[in-house]
């Protein structure tokens, strides 16, 4: 009898030793001749900014990693390793989560998805010969002497051209312009892009009321702000409720849409709300970002926004940008790469360019349109751009 449990004992060894050979062996979990490429990924994993900003940017990631899957580069088989830390929305937590990245888990490419972070990151990316994809800094922190720094969304100033542009043709009724923005580096980045924008299409700003990005009482800057009574008023849903308690009747805009903004200002408060940063909704959209859509929506309960769906396209075009470098280490050759190609998305073509806007070309030209919120939850695209007519257009209002 013992001698037949051995046996069946070596038979199962077997048996797993084979089942490891073939998932990869070794029992690290890695598939046999792939190898990985890692993705540093800077981000507020916490707080209201970790729950709108951070963690749906590191679920859009988790998402396109595992729709991409393998992608082979020179020959090679690679996957992504996606590697996060939480750098807030501070210096302090910018400069942590690099440095970490960089010298601990030994990065060459780092995304960062909130802006004050981003450029606490780029003198140690700059110098650390470390490929930096941020969002939300001035142009002023671009150029030749940032070689290593790429704006890897759609910028500010495309997004403004192209809402004024949609408010210049389809809504002569509006004439005046004004924000309620948090006080910090994306905040005036924005602003600033907005300002030009509208003084473009010769629309007034009338004002701009700032608050703190950790306050939780916003009537006082929601009184001051329906007191200037504006036509267009960039606002998010903390906001337009209370505005609309003071009697505004204008029309309210902002980057991002969620459902949670109808639940929190009020559906009624939200018709009319204008999105222009482009949304993953509504029947225009391809086939795999519908796909991603209802994937989403089953892994993590809730609807596709554009948050995630910007980091699904990012490492989209990344990994296409891997493709078409040949390499995954050499950081020259991948950023001559992005600065000269056209990169395949779920979107459609995305590529890097504007550089008569920052000096040197490095920020990403994407489709972009405007979405008008018209319901419960009801989300109808109102205008829309191509890539090319996007550079075209964002050279027109900026380039200057």
Same mark, same amino acid.
């Not at 590191?58 to 729709?67: I, T």
């Not at 490492?315 to 296409?320: E, I, K, M, P």
């Given at each position: ?9 070596? $038979? #199962? ?5 084979v089942a490891g050979v073939a998932c990869g062996g070794g029992g690290d979990g890695k598939e046999e001749g792939v190898k990985e490429v890692k993705l540093g990924i800077g981000a507020p994993l916490g707080g ?26 020179? =020959? ?5 390793? &996606? ?11 910018? $400069? ?8 601990? *888990? ?22 650390? *010969?470390? /490929? ?8 002023? %922190?671009?150029?030749? *002497?940032?070689?290593?720094?790429? /704006? ?6 495309? @997004?403004?051209?192209? &809402? ?11 004439k005046t312009v004004a924000a309620l923005s948090e006080d910090t580096t994306t905040g005036h980045t924005l602003v600033d892009t907005l300002m030009t924008a509208v003084e473009y299409y010769g629309l007034d ?14 009537? +006082? ?15 998010? @849903? ?10 505004? !009747? ?12 109808? !639940? ?5 408060? &939200? ?6 940063? +482009?949304?993953?909704?509504?029947? !225009? ?16 309960? !809730? ?31 991948? /950023?001559?790469?992005?600065? %000269? ?5 779920? /979107? ?12 040197? =070309?490095?920020? &990403?030209?994407?489709?972009?349109? #405007? =979405? ?14 191509s890539t090319d007519e996007a550079e075209t257009l964002t050279v027109e209002v900026f380039g200057q």
């Amino acid at each position: 009898m013992k001698r037949w449990l051995l046996v069946v004992a070596n $038979v #199962v060894l077997c048996l797993a030793l084979v089942a490891g050979v073939a998932c990869g062996g070794g029992g690290d979990g890695k598939e046999e001749g792939v190898k990985e490429v890692k993705l540093g990924i800077g981000a507020p994993l916490g707080g209201i900014y970790g729950k709108f900003i951070g963690i749906p940017s590191k679920q859009g990631f988790e998402l396109a990693a595992d729709y991409i899957g393998e992608f082979t580069v020179d =020959g090679q088989r690679y996957k992504w390793n &996606l590697i996060f830390e939480d750098a807030g929305i501070d210096s302090a937590g910018g $400069v942590a989560a690099t440095t970490k990245l960089i010298y601990d *888990d030994g990065v060459k490419l780092i995304s960062h998805v909130y802006g004050t972070p981003a450029l606490a990151a780029q003198p140690i990316c700059e110098d650390s *010969d470390v /490929i930096l994809i941020t969002t939300g800094i001035p142009l002023d %922190t671009m150029g030749p *002497d940032k070689p290593h720094t790429l /704006i890897g969304m759609m910028s500010g100033e495309e @997004s403004a051209a192209t &809402l004024m542009k949609y408010i210049s043709e389809e809504r002569p009724e509006i004439k005046t312009v004004a924000a309620l923005s948090e006080d910090t580096t994306t905040g005036h980045t924005l602003v600033d892009t907005l300002m030009t924008a509208v003084e473009y299409y010769g629309l007034d700003w009338v004002g701009t009321e700032w608050f703190d990005p950790n306050a939780a009482e916003f009537y +006082p800057v929601a009184t001051k702000m329906a007191d200037t009574d504006p036509d267009l008023c960039y606002a998010d @849903s903390r906001q337009i409720g209370p505005m609309r308690e003071m009697g505004w !009747e204008g029309t309210s805009f902002y980057g991002v849409y969620f459902p949670y903004f109808g !639940e929190m200002a009020g559906w009624s408060n &939200l018709e009319g709300h204008l999105s222009y940063y +482009p949304e993953p909704l509504g029947e !225009e959209l391809p086939e795999l970002v519908k796909d991603m859509a209802a994937e989403y929506q089953q892994r993590y309960g !809730e609807q596709l926004s554009m948050m995630p769906f910007t980091y699904i396209i990012q490492l989209y075009y990344l990994t296409d940008a891997l493709k078409k470098a040949g390499t995954v280490d050499d950081v020259d050759q991948i /950023i001559a790469t992005l600065e %000269t190609e056209t990169f395949d998305t779920p /979107i459609g073509p995305v590529k890097f360019g504007l550089d008569e806007l920052d000096g040197i =070309g490095h920020m &990403l030209i994407m489709p972009s349109w #405007v =979405g008008e919120i018209t319901g419960v939850n009801e989300y109808n695209r109102v205008f829309y751009l191509s890539t090319d007519e996007a550079e075209t257009l964002t050279v027109e209002v900026f380039g200057q």
